[in-house]
């Protein structure tokens, strides 16, 4: 019982700066709030689910959550112009709206649900749940540079530059995405095979397209860890990706394409798919010069580069080549959605900060003293 109780309070010693910055996280993104506007189909989406409203009922209770959070004029703005207005007048628009989301952010939607059994709204329950998870990348990423030797303070850097604060404002699943990729580069550093395959199998459940991660650690594991493990990584993750599909009715990859960033449309059902092959040109000629001006981008470069030194001086372990699978993530995502967001990479740009940090304190351990 005593060696029990020590060890957890060895760990709060040990961690209490960066517990220090988990609990400002999630007190900052509950109270400095981004209303953005996804709130509205993720509120409808668990009305959906779990409630099983739809028609018009579901965009009464929808909006009826979501005026009682917000002050009047922000739910004015939130209900008017040509996308708000739509979707807060037509419940057949809203329900078109539900099933590009209820797919995708599963996992999501059921932290929602349960975070409102304690007696929160919908509203309240999905940035609730974005700042939990913020705080817990925190907590994780402090724990892996503790596993690399980086002192404690430089959780800082990694938050700052992979805008985990931002993270916790908004009503999304980035943060929990985040989290569990995260989580899978801790176990495969522990070399926790079992423990990797669990989660791997469970994020195409947090955010669908983060089955690209399950799949590329499949590769991974492939070809440093267990061959047969990796097969099974790849095939339940693939597996519970398309269930979830299955399940809940989805648009194609080309509508969505096409409806987000060549005819935007409040009801995609009606969208027009394009022929011109310039149409689907021009939004990877701005997504290159957005990734290009990202304030990120030298954190990526130079990541890149300390990883090409290592492997180059024999010097690279296997947890180096995460690093290749954030960046795979990334590159692969902003194929299929040409538009750098930051918040949808974070995980990226964290790893790739870890990474800059271990090949800094390296050089300077290895570097000649006078």
Not at 127 to 154: M, V, W
Not at 212 to 229: A, D, E, G, N
Not at 294 to 314: E, G, M, N, T
Request: glycine share 4%.
């Amino acid at each position: 019982m005593k060696d029990g109780l020590g060890s957890y309070v060895g760990f709060f010693k040990r961690f209490s700066f960066s517990l220090a910055v988990a609990v400002a996280i999630f007190i900052y993104g509950v109270k400095y709030t981004y209303y953005s506007w996804d709130i509205v189909p993720y509120i409808a989406s668990t009305y959906s689910v779990f409630d099983g409203y739809s028609g018009e009922n579901l965009r009464v209770v929808t909006y009826g959550d979501l005026e009682k959070e917000v002050d009047p004029l922000r739910f004015k703005k939130m209900t008017t112009g040509p996308f708000g207005a739509l979707y807060y007048r037509d419940w057949r628009a809203l329900e078109e709206l539900v099933k590009t989301y209820n797919s995708a952010r599963l996992f999501y939607l059921a932290t929602i649900k349960g975070i409102s059994k304690f007696g929160y709204s919908y509203s309240q329950a999905s940035y609730i749940s974005s700042s939990f998870f913020a705080s817990l990348c925190i907590i994780i990423t402090s724990i892996i540079l503790f596993e690399l030797g980086i002192p404690q303070p430089f959780v800082v850097f990694v938050a700052y530059y992979s805008e985990v604060h931002h993270l916790a404002q908004f009503s999304s699943p980035d943060s929990m995405a985040c989290f569990f990729s995260l989580l899978l580069m801790y176990f495969l550093m522990k070399n926790k095979i079992y423990s990797s395959f669990v989660v791997a199998s469970v994020l195409p459940i947090v955010r669908i397209d983060y089955v690209i991660v399950s799949v590329l650690v499949s590769f991974y594991l492939f070809y440093f860890k267990s061959k047969k493990t990796s097969l099974f990584m790849m095939i339940s993750s693939i597996f519970v990706c398309f269930i979830v599909a299955k399940v809940f009715t989805n648009y194609q990859f080309l509508r969505h394409f096409n409806n987000t960033f060549i005819d935007m449309t409040p009801n995609i059902a009606a969208t027009v798919i394009s022929k011109s092959a310039s149409d689907y040109l021009i939004p990877y000629m701005k997504c290159f010069k957005e990734v290009y001006q990202s304030h990120v981008f030298a954190i990526y470069v130079f990541a890149v580069l300390a990883l090409l030194f290592r492997i180059r001086h024999k010097i690279a372990e296997t947890s180096d080549y995460y690093l290749v699978v954030s960046i795979g993530f990334m590159l692969i995502h902003l194929l299929a959605h040409p538009a750098y967001e930051a918040r949808y990479y974070s995980f990226s740009v964290a790893v790739a900060a870890i990474c800059l940090l271990r090949a800094c304190r390296e050089a300077s351990t290895f570097a000649p003293h006078t």
